[in-house]
Structures are given as C-alpha cells and as structure tokens.
C-alpha cells in the first residue's frame, strides 16, 4: 500500500477553514485517497474519498493534485467539535486483493480554537 | 440504535481469562473487521471477514480468534488474556467496493 504523510498537529480558529494536508508521493493509479476522523477515542468515522477529480459532500471537499501526489481534506467552517485525529489513508482498488484493506497510520491532530 | 453495536463497551479482566467481545450491524454489509488501537497509535487490523464462511487473519492476529456467526455478527475472542492485550477494539463494517467503513462505540479492554 502507499505510504502517507501527515502533520501530526494543527491548530485552526472556529469559524475559519481548516486545511489538512497529506503527502501520498507512491499512490498507485487504481489508488483512492481515503479521509477518516476519530474524535477522542470514539470509532473512526468516514469523511470523503476521491481518486483524481475533487470531491465535496456535506461535510468537506477533497482536493487532490493532478499528479496524485498529495491531497488536502478541507473543513470550510471549523468548529469545536471537529477538533479530532484526521486520518488520511490510500486504499487500493482491487477488493480481491490485500491492498483493498484500510491501514490506519498516526493521523494529524486538529484542534480547532474558540 | 447504533448501526455497529459492540459489546460490552468497558471490560476489565483477568490475565488467563477468556473473553469475548461482540459485534452486530443493522447496515447490512457483508464484510466485518476487528480493529485494535492503543495510546497514541493509529488502528491495527487482527480480523476481517468477507462473508459468513471467509476469516482471514490482519496484522496481528497472534493471541485472537473470531467467529462469523451470521452476517450480521461477528465476534473476538481472547482464548487467554494477558496484560499488553489492554487496548481499545472496534469493529466495522463495509460493503464489496470502495464505500467507506462503519465503525463501532469501541470495546475498552482492560486485562490485569
């Protein structure tokens, strides 16, 4: 699986938008970029995915370089309560093989300021 | 209720006990996951299973078991528990394809 690269902390001011960056410079071509959350020891929970086009739901956009190599997750309106672990996490294609699996590393702290 | 229900979600044991800790999903995936994490580290995978007869071993599987009892259920098991299994486990669940996982409240697990 690619390897990613994250800060390991952030600090963003409420109401402002938080912008993580991930560094994923070995993703393969049939690799997507995965975001997750996990806010103090409460299961993870799942953010947005892309493969190359940017993405947007309700509650970030993804942004993904041209050439894959790195991603920003975009909170646009921060508050307290995403101050969280963000994990960003490349997740291969092929659900018929071992790369299908997600594989959390540390993630980035974000801690969104009053 | 709870998509992915884990049970129970505090434990304290002791070392040489077995325990068991259940997963259930109302989600309806056919895929099901254990996951460890401990203090300060990101989640590591010990089980997954693709459907009802499919267990495959993660990462560190060594010291669990799992069971598939019906594709709503999947559950963990510590034939003898000992002190560095002291950790958080969460399950989670996900379809065939590339949607993203449901997770659990988590199972805090304490052996002394």
């Known amino acids: 699986d690619a390897k990613t690269t994250q800060p390991t902390s952030m600090d963003c001011a409420e109401g402002r938008a938080a912008n993580l960056p991930c560094n994923h410079s070995?993703?393969?071509?049939?690799?997507?970029v995965y975001w997750y959350r996990q806010i103090h020891s409460q299961g993870p929970q799942y953010i947005i995915h892309?493969?190359?086009n940017n993405e947007t739901n309700e509650m970030a956009s993804l942004i993904i370089t041209e050439d894959r190599k790195s991603s920003t997750l975009i909170l646009p309106h921060a508050t307290l309560r995403d101050t969280a672990v963000y994990y960003c996490?490349?997740?291969?294609?092929?659900?018929?093989?071992?790369?299908?699996?997600?594989?959390f590393g540390k993630g980035t702290l974000l801690t969104v300021n009053p | 209720d709870a998509d992915v229900t884990q049970t129970p979600r505090n434990r304290i044991t002791k070392t040489g006990k077995r325990i068991m800790l259940e997963c259930s999903q109302t989600?309806?995936?056919?895929?099901m996951y254990w996951y460890r994490q401990d203090p300060g580290l990101g989640l590591r995978l010990i089980y997954y299973s693709f459907d009802v007869k499919d267990i495959n071993k993660g990462e560190i599987s060594d010291g669990y078991s799992v069971s598939r009892q019906a594709q709503a259920k999947f559950s963990l098991s510590l034939e003898s528990a000992i002190p560095n299994q002291t950790a958080l486990y969460f399950c989670a669940t996900s379809l065939a394809g590339m949607d993203g996982y449901t997770f659990g409240s988590g199972t805090r697990l304490t052996v002394v």
């Open positions: 892309g493969l190359k």
């Open positions: 989600k309806g995936h056919d895929r």
């Open positions: 070995t993703i393969s071509g049939n690799e997507y």
């Open positions: 996490i490349v997740r291969g294609l092929n659900s018929g093989g071992s790369n299908y699996k997600l594989t």
